[in-house]
């Protein structure tokens, strides 16, 4: 089992960019599909990309266009480029990892969770 760390997380102001990271423990990581979510005060879990283990991306439909998942198994790490951040952007974002198949927007088929790294956009 992976052990995972986000960092990258910050206070920006709207249509500004930021890329975070979630760092992987573990000899096998490329087995991993990863995913990235979000949790704003109030509101549920929500899916934002993840990619699976050939490095095929898939996003939500409120970051697709904007965010950029990508990851290099040689280091262990899975990238979240976020540009034209919005407000509406402002959550706690969790990196998470599983091995098994499913949907993977789906935040019940991981197994594996980050501590969250939290991003607010200022209008």
């Known amino acids: 089992q992976v052990r995972l760390v986000e960092s990258g997380g910050g206070l920006v102001q709207a249509g500004a960019s930021l890329r975070l990271s979630c760092a992987a423990s573990g000899r096998t990581f490329s087995n991993y599909a990863m995913g990235w979510f979000r949790q704003a005060p109030g509101k549920e879990r929500e899916f934002v990309a993840a990619i699976n283990r050939n490095g095929i991306p898939f996003y939500g439909s409120s970051v697709q266009g904007r965010f950029t998942i990508s990851r290099d198994n040689a280091k262990n790490t899975v990238y979240l480029q976020m540009n034209s951040l919005n407000p509406d952007d402002t959550a706690v974002y969790y990196c998470?990892?599983?091995?098994?198949?499913?949907?993977?927007?789906?935040?019940?088929?991981?197994?594996?969770w980050g501590q969250g790294t939290q991003v607010t956009v200022s209008s």
């Open positions: 998470a990892a599983r091995l098994s198949g499913g949907n993977l927007g789906a935040s019940n088929t991981y197994d594996t």
